[in-house]
């Protein structure tokens, strides 16, 4: 994002990037406006929660220390934070009563002990702020001496946010509060962001002073600007050219925008490293997805988290892939998957459900309503159609005729089935569980298999077949059935006895496995 220093005066050359001692991430709010037990800073953008977004443009700074502030249903965000395993190590200080920002970071000063040097203040409900853009703010900070930077933002509509008063000369003066504002000051649309680059010895010094004889009652951390100017210190600001990196979410209104805004980045992130997305609008990417070069997303597809993506696959349109990985040139056509891994140029689709520990091997395939659960396909082995695996183990080049079934459930226990390389499944087959086709045997076509195949063996497990020649002539008589059987009969002048008979005659059953 551009920033463009808003404030008169001259920066001192060249500070480069200052080490920032700490940054305080505010997070105890109640959010009360998302209607929801589940604590606002855990609901999700690019399927992780804002409190994650914010921490990670943080930690981007390496700050010495950082330190989230927790009230609301500070057990569910403790919890996660000492759970997730890809967020930096965080600090927690805890709130109690929300009495205001001000007091927030009191809360967190405790927690760091005295800080001097560099002190960033965020919120943990400002998901899309960039890394880029605090450091901006803290170089800013650095260059000109400051004790206190403001992050501000012109907005359209400023209604309930703090106004960035300024002087003849544009120099900042402070901040006034909504509440707090006289008509004049609620035109201004110079927004206070929220977010600050303070000196860890002025802010501390300030907090100490604040007072809450304000309309809303609460202590302000926007008052520190006023009493470090007052005190004769440097303020200064920035503003964000792009309003949007600093807006907040109070609802699930906005929860909505700002994750399209996040997933407009996350798409054009992808673009620019070689993707195809053919429908940006519809396709979805989450925030620790990677996709490797000239693959191609076709519309409606979801990336959710965990999921890696190799180079030259092709993806959608329709699917939504959750925990999986893809290697290099597979496809996945109009499916769903969760938590599989799907080899190197293997296929899979339309509609296919594949489910947690399925690993599909170089060149596999699971074709059209085929469901697969912790199952192992092998190298080149096809489950083309209409399919149930579960728990199983396919070897190289088997076969998986249509609709065959493996029964791993007894309604107690889960079984495992094995089929060995090169067997060969016929269409609507059950393999009952716990059951082994070894190594390039057979199962006939609708065969209930029971006991276990060996290497090259044929099991036919199905009713002998019985034909009744003429049935339907005798007791039909007078259906379009009956009508169009005489007729064939007719053209090939065969002639069947006139007499009915109850009696039918066997066919031949050939040892065919289909
Ligand atoms: C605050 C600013 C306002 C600014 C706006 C930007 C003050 C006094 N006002 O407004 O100038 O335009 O943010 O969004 O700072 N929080 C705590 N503890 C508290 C109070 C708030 O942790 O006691 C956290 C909230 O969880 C939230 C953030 O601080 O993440 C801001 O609180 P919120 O009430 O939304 O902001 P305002 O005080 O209205
Ligand atoms: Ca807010």
Redesign the pocket.
């Known amino acids: 994002m551009l920033i463009t220093s808003s404030d008169p005066g001259s920066r001192s050359a060249g500070n480069g990037s200052a080490p920032i001692a700490a940054v305080i991430v ?4 109640a959010g009360t406006r998302m209607r929801s037990t589940k604590p606002k800073v855990l609901h999700e953008l690019a399927g992780k929660p804002m409190l994650w977004h914010a921490l990670q443009s943080a930690a981007g700074l390496a700050p010495e220390q950082l330190v989230a ?1 927790l ?1 609301h249903g500070r057990d569910q965000v403790g919890d996660f934070l000492t759970t997730s395993d890809d967020l930096p190590s965080v600090a927690t200080a805890v ?1 109690d009563q ?4 001000g ?2 970071c009191a809360c967190a000063l405790a927690v760091t002990g005295n800080l001097t040097g560099t002190v960033l203040v965020t ?3 400002v998901p899309l702020l960039q890394t880029a853009t605090l450091t901006a703010l803290a170089d800013e900070h650095a260059a000109r001496g400051n004790a206190v930077t403001v992050l501000t933002a012109l907005v359209a509509d400023p209604t309930g ?2 106004r960035i008063i300024r002087g003849d000369a544009g120099e900042l003066i402070g ?1 006034v ?1 909504q509440k707090d504002a006289d008509i004049d000051q609620r035109a201004i649309r110079e ?4 977010v600050y680059a303070f000196d860890g010895a002025v802010l501390t010094d300030a907090l100490g002073r604040l007072s809450d004889a304000n309309a809303a009652g ?1 202590r ?3 008052d520190v600007v006023g009493i470090a100017r007052d005190d004769g210190r440097r303020v200064g600001s920035i503003q964000a050219t792009d309003a949007v990196e600093t807006e ?1 979410i109070n609802d699930r209104v906005q929860l909505a925008e700002l994750a399209r805004v996040l997933n407009a980045r996350l798409v054009r992130k992808a673009q620019l490293g070689g993707v195809t997305v053919h429908d940006p609008a519809t396709t979805w990417i989450h925030a620790d997805v990677t996709i490797g070069p000239d693959t191609e997303i076709l519309p409606g597809t979801q990336l959710q988290a965990g999921t890696t993506i190799g180079s030259g696959c092709s993806i959608g349109p329709d699917t939504t892939l959750i925990s999986c990985t893809v290697a290099d040139g597979a496809s996945v056509v109009r499916s769903h998957c969760h938590g599989a891994s799907i080899g190197p140029s293997a296929t899979v689709g339309p509609f296919t459900y594949l489910r947690p520990d399925t690993v599909l091997h170089e060149g596999s395939k699971a074709g059209a309503f085929v469901e697969i659960k912790k199952s192992t396909v092998g190298p080149g082995s096809k489950v083309p159609h209409l399919s149930y695996v579960g728990d199983t183990t396919i070897g190289v080049g088997a076969n998986i005729g249509a609709g065959t079934i493996t029964a791993n459930y007894d309604g107690d226990h889960k079984f495992a089935t094995v089929i060995g390389d090169h067997a060969f499944i016929g269409s609507d087959s059950t393999l009952v569980a716990p059951v082994t086709i070894a190594d390039g045997a057979y199962v006939a076509a609708g065969s209930t298999i029971t006991e276990d195949l060996g290497p090259g063996a044929l099991g036919i497990a199905r009713g002998r077949q019985h034909s009744a020649p003429g049935w339907v002539l005798r007791r039909r008589i007078g259906s379009k059935s009956a009508a169009s059987a005489q007729a064939a009969l007719a053209a090939a002048e065969v002639s069947l006895p006139a007499t009915a008979s109850p009696a039918t005659t066997a066919s031949t059953q050939g040892d065919r496995p289909a």
């Open positions: 505010l997070a105890a709010g502030v009230g709130q929300q009495l205001g920002t007091h927030a919120y943990g409900d946010y703090g901040i509060e927004i206070n962001s929220g609460e302000y951390l926007t907040g």
